[in-house]
């Protein structure tokens, strides 16, 4: 395994966690590690899309770049953080608390950009 899929399977193993996952810009999967229940290419797909879109209405309105936003949804949480090339989208369940997670979270995002700099 390389560091950035042990990055990634590491913050599935925090409780609450369903997956998560590093994408570069244009949609392909870097590194992945995903409940069995939930369908990979929905989550990749959803994160390109509302990663363009949110950079891209950001920017025409003036207010600068995305770095995090999180998304609430009646059946989970989504944490999506824009590293340098590159996505890293973490899925919560329902009940998790993303706030108590967000230290882990911003750590695995520090890993990554390390080692995708000496890769």
């Known amino acids: 395994m390389n560091k950035i ?3 990634v399977a590491d913050l599935h193993r925090l409780p609450g966690v369903k997956g998560a996952a590093v994408l ?3 949609g ?4 992945q590690s995903f409940d069995k229940t ?3 290419e ?4 959803l994160t390109s899309y509302l990663m363009m879109t949110t950079k891209r209405t950001l920017a025409e309105g003036g207010l600068g770049a995305c770095s995090q936003f999180v998304l609430h949804a009646t059946n989970g949480k989504a ?3 824009t590293l340098e090339d590159s996505y890293l989208v973490v899925l919560f369940d329902q009940f998790a608390d993303v706030s108590q997670a967000s230290k ?3 750590e695995t995002a ?3 950009r390390r080692a995708s700099r000496l890769g």
Request: glycine letters at 4%; a negative charge.
């Open 110 to 112: 520090l890993r990554i």
């Open 42 to 45: 929905v989550v990749v797909g």
């Open 28 to 31: 392909m999967v870097a590194a």
């Open 79 to 81: 944490v999506f953080l």
């Open 24 to 26: 570069t810009t244009d």
């Open 104 to 106: 882990e979270v911003q």
């Open 5 to 7: 899929h042990d990055a």
């Open 38 to 40: 939930l369908n990979s």
